[in-house]
Structure formats: C-alpha cells, structure tokens
C-alpha cells in the first residue's frame, strides 16, 4: 500500500508539472507573443504549435485530477481545511480545461484551420478566443494558491482538521472561490490582462484566502 500511495503521489506531482507548466507557458509567454506577433506567424502557430500544446495540457490536467482523487481517498479520514480547499481550486481549474478552454479552443484553431485553407474564419472564433483567455487567466490565478494550499497542507497547515474550520470560514472562503469561477464563465479579465497584473491577483487572493483560513 506504501508504494501505491507513493506512486499516486509521483505522477500526482509528474501530470501536475506537465499542466501547470503548460498553463504558464500559454498565459506568460503564448500570449503574449500573440500580442506581438504578425498575423500570418500567429495563424501557423494556432495551426501547428498550439494543437500539440494543449493535447499535453489537458491530459496533464485530466491525470492530475485523476492521481489527486486517489491520493483524497486515502486520506479521506483526516483531510485538512489546507487540502480540500487546494483540491477544490484544482478541480475547478481541470473543469475549466475541458469545459471551456478546450472547447473554446477547438473553434480557434478550426477557424485558422479554414482561413489557411482559402475559406472564410469561423464566425463564432471571434467570441470563443476571449472565453478561453478568460478561463486560462482564471486558472492562473488559481494555481497560485492552489499550489500554497497543497504544499501547507503537510507542512504549514492553517487548521489540523476540516472539523476545525469554522462555518463563517468555511463560507467566506468557497463563496470568493465561486465568485471567481463564475466570473471565468461570464465575466471579464479585468487586472488579470496583463502577466504582472494575474500574478499580484494570485498572490493578493492565496493571502486573503489564508488569512480567513486562519483567522476566521
């Protein structure tokens, strides 16, 4: 059972790399070359380039969450207030990947696909860019106490048991993550526009997360 926990653990960590450095690949350098680059330099890389990209990026997401529902079930029966909100935020983040980045995605590079081709860009590619923007800009932010939650969970845990947490806590904090998700569903980018702009966001909201966490 050991060397099955550990090897849950290692592709938990393995598959998380994958996603996670992929997301900051897309959302710090893609994107921002996008910015920059000519159109017919942007068009082959949304043909060429971004297709292999994200088939890696959203497997990597599907096994992360995979590994991550393993390891939750081996340790269902003392899950810190850390882990569940880590893993709630993970999951969110593996939702928004294949529900609407991919998706949205898929209508970007058939449109490229059909203007390479002779033909005319899809109509709905002009909508389908910025949803998938928006969710990859949520999931960044995300990640950033994603990653803190995960991490204090064994080693800096703000409340040893979720029993500890306490109900005001416990609201406030699934209540700013909801609000979030929703705003990647159907809301806008706002500070999160720029690189600088969703790193501050991600540390801003790991501290305020942690201080309800903590303090609440």
């Not at 090897?7 to 393995?14: I, P």
């Not at 060429?48 to 990597?60: D, E, M, N, T, Y």
């Not at 449109?111 to 910025?130: I, M, Q």
């Not at 980018?189 to 720029?194: A, D, L, V």
């Amino acid at each position: 059972m050991e060397q099955l926990d550990y090897l849950a653990r290692w592709g938990h960590f393995l598959f998380g790399i994958v996603w996670i450095g992929l997301l900051y690949y897309f959302n710090f350098v893609q994107t921002e070359y996008f910015k920059e680059a000519e159109a017919d330099h942007r068009a082959g890389a949304i043909q060429k380039l971004v297709p292999r990209a994200l088939w890696w990026f959203r497997w990597g997401a599907a096994f992360t969450f995979l590994t991550g529902l393993i390891l939750l079930h081996q340790i269902s029966a003392a899950l810190s207030f850390d882990i569940v909100v880590g893993a709630t935020l993970g999951t969110l983040m593996a939702f928004n990947v294949w529900f609407i980045i991919w998706p949205n995605q898929k209508i970007v590079i058939a449109s490229a696909e059909a203007v390479a081709a002779g033909g005319e860009a899809l109509a709905e590619a002009a909508a389908a860019a910025p949803k998938a923007a928006l969710a990859s800009r949520t999931n960044t932010l995300f990640s950033i106490p994603m990653l803190f939650f995960m991490g204090s969970s064994a080693h800096a845990r703000t409340v040893p048991l979720l029993e500890g947490a306490t109900t005001v806590s416990l609201i406030a904090v699934f209540a700013i993550i909801l609000l979030l998700e929703i705003n990647a569903i159907r809301g806008s980018q706002g500070p999160m526009t720029s690189v600088k702009g969703v790193i501050h966001c991600g540390l801003g909201l790991t501290l305020v997360l942690w201080g309800l966490m903590k303090f609440l």
